[in-house]
Each structure stands twice: as structure tokens, then as C-alpha cells.
T-cell receptor
């Protein structure tokens, strides 16, 4: 069965520090890969996605992620974290079942940023 | 509006009551998804529509849950005889190539 694992439930970093959020998936073929951010009281916002091509993808708000097929990973990175980045981050995997692109989600990583 | 709109934003229901949650997708979006997000969890897939056709309802937890999208636009998720375990945020997303999410409806069953 398809699954998504985000090993870190909660991470705290200092403002200006670098950030890496981990995501591993289990799926037989190359899936579609997404990172979403959810701030309190807000809807899920897409940060970036990988469908094919260059395995290093750039997203909004200075985020990037790298798809590593050999490790079944799609880790999210940011070189310098801002206080406004504090939020819940979700990795999601999509796959085509016909025209159905439903997403399988990780449990999320809660990011806190110290001033 | 420009985004996915869900109403109500908050709903408190007494156990056993029926509820209806509405989703207004982005105009022209073919795909529409419903997800359930329990507290501290990631979203869980409930059901998927392509236009008015419900192509996948494998995530609906019981026959108390019913979703429709009769004209291929607005969708309604109905929960009959609500139970406490139904308490969650219900998220709607619409998509062509990229999914856009509404802010969700927080359902609390007391």
C-alpha cells in the first residue's frame, strides 16, 4: 500500500538557520510529490511539486525540495528560516488511478522558529 | 471568488444530528476532492469527483457519509447521525493540474 512518512513530528529552529524536513514514501512507481504548508486557521498552500524532470525543484517562499529515487525521499529545504515560516508542513504523494489524482498524506511536521 | 470556498467554517452538531458541508470550487475545475483531517493528523482522502461523476468514494468511513456534485460544480458532503469520532476538519480541494484547498469546515460533535 502507498504510504508517506514524515519522521519528525516537531522541529524547532532558530531564525536564520537552515531547515530540512524529511519525507519518505512507499510506492511502486514514481509518484507525484508535493509539499504543502498549513498555518493556523488557514487552508493548505502548495509550496512545490515534482512530477518529472529535474529532481531539484524550487518553490515559493524560498523553499526547495530534492527527489531522490534511490532513497524514496523528497526532503524539503530552506537555507534561512524566517519567523513567519512557523507552521505545519505536509508531504503528500499523488498517483494516477485512471484520472483520480487523490493524495496520500504524511502526518505532518510542526515547525517552530525561535527568534 | 478566486479560491475554494467552504461553508460553514465552523459547525457544532449534537450527536445524532445530520450535517451538510458545502464546497464551492474554483470555476472551471474538473476535479473535486474531499478530505478529513483529524486533530494532529494529516488529511485523509474521502472521495473524488470528476465533474459530476463520483469516481472514487473508497475513503468514506461509513454509509453515514454521502457526497454529491450534481451539476459538476458545487459539492456537498453530508454526514448522517453524526458521532463524536466524526469531529474533524473537512477539507475540500478543486483541481485541474494543481489542487487548491479551501480553509475547511471544523465539525465538532458534542
Amino acid at each position: 500500500a502507498q504510504s508517506v512518512t514524515q519522521p519528525d513530528i516537531h522541529i524547532t529552529v532558530s531564525e536564520g538557520a537552515s531547515l530540512e524536513l524529511r519525507c519518505n514514501y512507499s510506492y511502486g512507481a514514481t509518484p507525484y510529490l508535493f509539499w504543502y504548508v498549513q498555518s493556523p486557521g488557514q487552508g493548505l498552500q502548495l509550496l512545490l511539486k515534482y512530477f518529472s524532470g529535474d529532481t531539484l525543484v524550487q518553490g515559493i517562499k524560498g523553499f526547495e525540495a530534492e527527489f531522490k529515487r534511490s532513497q524514496s525521499s523528497f526532503n524539503l529545504r530552506k537555507p534561512s528560516v524566517h519567523w513567519s515560516d512557523a507552521a505545519e508542513y505536509f508531504c503528500a504523494v499523488g498517483f494516477n488511478a485512471g484520472n483520480n489524482r487523490k493524495l496520500i498524506w504524511g502526518l505532518g511536521t510542526s515547525l517552530a522558529v525561535n527568534p | 471568488g478566486a479560491g475554494v470556498s467552504q461553508s460553514p467554517r465552523y459547525k457544532v452538531a449534537k450527536r445524532g444530528q445530520d450535517v451538510a458541508l458545502r464546497c464551492d470550487p474554483i470555476s472551471g475545475h474538473v476535479s473535486l476532492f474531499w478530505y478529513q483531517q483529524a486533530l494532529g493528523q494529516g488529511p485523509e482522502f474521502l472521495t473524488y469527483f470528476q465533474n459530476e461523476a463520483q469516481l472514487d468514494k473508497s475513503g468514506l468511513p461509513s454509509d453515514r457519509f454521502f457526497a454529491e456534485r450534481p451539476e459538476g460544480s458545487v459539492s456537498t458532503l453530508k454526514i448522517q447521525r453524526t458521532q463524536q469520532e466524526d469531529s474533524a476538519v473537512y477539507l475540500c480541494a478543486s483541481a485541474n493540474t494543481e489542487a487548491f484547498f479551501g480553509q475547511g469546515t471544523r465539525l465538532t460533535v458534542v
